[in-house]
């Protein structure tokens, strides 16, 4: 009877049973509202958009006001002016109040400096907006690998439970074989030493299960319970469009890190214009209005403010020489030009390459799925074959723990492929640029 029951003993190991656990789509929600990642990321977004109008201020008004209030105390005796103006002598001692309003109207009229750093600062805008839709597009990756990571080492703890127990009934009957004296001693020490070993392999899968579901639980801020698994009818279809190169250009053109590192390269263009400008005149509009009075208390009464002035001008300034500041900031922003622009080579190699490294993955990952999946029931077929002849006497010990063993790395290959399978496809259009939500509704449509 227990011939009979191993192979669907490892079957049922990996075979998904129905239920009503957390699916993809509430991982997905939790990370969303959680994810340190990603709130870094909108974090960056946010501060970077915040140099637009920082930049902008530079061109527009600029409104100031002022008021100065001046007392001045003199000891002894004071001179003060009469009404015929003769200068009188009076004792003891006084104080003058001054005071003064000011405002002042700036507007920049040509500042091309200032000009170029707006621009530059648009461009940053632009490329940290890229840079965080890369992170909400590997959010979307880094739910789905975590979620599968999980599901993976629970197949492989079922997988090494059921390889436990296939060693423990070979243990158990090639010892009672022995006592029988149908078997060997070797026969019995070699059945518990593969069955002690299994074991340790066993506790060693339930560890890595425990460090899947923090890792998931590092993503989602919240515990982890009973998982939906993926369903073992997969449609195994082709990456559409079924052609390498689109999938490269598509890369090429739409990967959110590699429009970062373009807007990043704009960005430092204007840059570069605005620290050339240093060497140009600027021309600014002004008006200014001023108003004086004073007041002293020798002569009470006869303190006033006088009639107020307004100026109104043209400023313009000329840089002649600032001990070589311009030059070396032209420089900087070459250099850092420069340096960007190798950034944005790199990833757009990058891009292309995994574009088609992803595809190829999908488009054989069909065959490779199939082929596994062909050989977990060849394997189950041996081993029953294998165990039948081991208990009639015409199999070895050792045919039959290759045959177990061979079932279970068979079975284990199976789930990581399969899930592999599903978790490149969406690697594949991340590459591309063109990962959303509506992806991740279908993967989560798999699971069961």
């Given at each position: 009877?227990?011939?009979?029951?191993?192979?669907?003993l490892?079957?049922?190991?990996?075979?998904?049973?129905?239920?009503?656990?957390?699916?993809?789509?509430?991982?997905?929600?939790?990370?969303?509202?959680?994810?340190?990642?990603?709130?870094?990321?909108?974090?960056?977004?946010?501060?970077?958009?915040e140099?637009?109008?920082?930049?902008?201020?530079?061109?527009?008004?600029?409104?100031?006001?002022?008021?100065?209030?001046?007392?001045?105390?003199?000891?002894?005796?004071?001179?003060?002016?009469?009404g015929?103006?003769?200068?009188?002598?009076?004792?003891?001692?006084?104080?003058?109040?001054?005071?003064?309003?000011?405002?002042?109207?700036?507007?920049?009229?040509?500042?091309?400096?200032?000009?170029?750093?707006?621009?530059?600062?648009?461009?940053?805008?632009?490329?940290?907006?890229?840079?965080?839709?890369?992170?909400?597009?590997?959010?979307?990756?880094?739910?789905?690998?975590?979620?599968?990571?999980?599901?993976?080492?629970?197949?492989?703890v079922?997988?090494?439970?059921?390889?436990?127990d296939?060693?423990?009934?070979?243990?158990?009957?090639?010892?009672?074989?022995?006592?029988?004296?149908?078997?060997?001693?070797?026969?019995?020490?070699?059945?518990?030493?593969?069955?002690?070993?299994?074991?340790?392999?066993?506790?060693?899968?339930?560890?890595?299960?425990?460090?899947?579901?923090?890792?998931?639980?590092?993503?989602?801020?919240?515990?982890?319970?009973e998982?939906?698994?993926?369903?073992?009818?997969?449609?195994?279809?082709?990456p559409?469009?079924?052609?390498?190169?689109?999938?490269?250009?598509?890369?090429?053109?739409?990967?959110?890190?590699?429009?970062?590192?373009?807007?990043?390269?704009?960005?430092?263009?204007?840059?570069?214009?605005?620290?050339?400008?240093?060497?140009?005149?600027?021309?600014?509009?002004?008006?200014?209005?001023?108003?004086?009075?004073?007041?002293?208390?020798?002569?009470?009464?006869t303190?006033?403010?006088?009639?107020?002035?307004?100026t109104?001008?043209?400023?313009?300034t000329?840089?002649?020489?600032?001990?070589?500041?311009?030059?070396a900031?032209?420089?900087?922003?070459?250099?850092?030009?420069d340096?960007?622009?190798?950034?944005?080579?790199?990833?757009?190699?990058?891009?292309?390459?995994?574009?088609?490294?992803?595809?190829?993955?999908?488009?054989?990952?069909?065959?490779?799925?199939?082929?596994a999946?062909?050989?977990?029931?060849?394997?189950?077929?041996?081993?029953?074959?294998?165990?039948?002849?081991?208990?009639i006497?015409?199999?070895?010990?050792?045919?039959?723990?290759?045959?177990?063993?061979?079932?279970?790395?068979?079975?284990?290959?199976?789930?990581v492929?399969?899930?592999?399978f599903?978790?490149?496809?969406?690697?594949?259009?991340?590459?591309?640029?063109?990962?959303?939500m509506?992806?991740?509704?279908?993967?989560?449509?798999?699971?069961?």
């Open positions: 009877m227990r011939v009979k029951l191993l192979p669907v490892l079957l049922l190991a990996v075979a998904p049973f129905p239920g009503h656990g957390e699916d993809l789509m509430d991982a997905y929600r939790q990370a969303v509202a959680n994810d340190p990642v990603l709130a870094t990321a909108d974090a960056h977004r946010l501060l970077v958009a140099g637009v109008p920082v930049a902008r201020a530079a061109l527009l008004p600029q409104l100031s006001a002022g008021l100065e209030m001046d007392q001045i105390h003199s000891g002894g005796s004071t001179q003060t002016t009469s015929n103006g003769n200068i009188v002598q009076t004792g003891g001692g006084g104080h003058v109040r001054d005071r003064s309003l000011t405002g002042n109207l700036s507007q920049p009229i040509i500042d091309l400096s200032a000009i170029a750093n707006l621009r530059a600062a648009h461009a940053a805008r632009d490329a940290q907006e890229q840079v965080y839709q890369a992170a909400l597009q590997n959010l979307y990756v880094r739910v789905a690998n975590a979620y599968f990571n999980v599901l993976v080492s629970r197949d492989m079922d997988i090494n439970r059921a390889y436990e296939a060693y423990k009934q070979e243990y158990d009957q090639t010892s009672s074989r022995f006592k029988n004296g149908l078997s060997m001693a070797a026969d019995v020490s070699q059945s518990k030493a593969l069955y002690l070993f299994i074991k340790a392999q066993r506790i060693s899968a339930e560890d890595a299960l425990k460090d899947a579901r923090r890792a998931l639980q590092q993503i989602t801020g919240k515990p982890v319970g998982l939906k698994k993926l369903r073992d009818d997969l449609p195994m279809q082709a559409q469009p079924d052609n390498e190169q689109a999938w490269v250009d598509a890369a090429l053109k739409t990967n959110p890190t590699v429009l970062a590192a373009r807007y990043a390269v704009t960005s430092d263009e204007h840059k570069v214009t605005a620290a050339r400008a240093g060497h140009l005149p600027t021309l600014t509009a002004g008006v200014g209005y001023n108003k004086f009075g004073q007041w002293s208390n020798t002569m009470p009464g303190g006033a403010y006088g009639p107020a002035t307004t109104v001008g043209l400023t313009l000329i840089p002649l020489f600032s001990g070589g500041l311009t030059h900031q032209v420089k900087q922003a070459l250099y850092q030009r340096a960007d622009q190798g950034v944005l080579e790199t990833q757009r190699r990058q891009a292309a390459r995994d574009a088609a490294n992803y595809f190829n993955l999908v488009t054989d990952g069909i065959e490779q799925v199939d082929s999946r062909d050989s977990v029931e060849a394997a189950q077929k041996t081993v029953a074959s294998m165990r039948a002849g081991y208990t006497g015409t199999q070895s010990l050792t045919n039959v723990v290759f045959a177990i063993q061979y079932l279970a790395n068979m079975q284990s290959e199976y789930t492929v399969r899930h592999q599903v978790l490149n496809k969406l690697l594949l259009k991340q590459a591309a640029g063109t990962i959303d509506r992806d991740l509704e279908a993967v989560n449509g798999l699971l069961q």
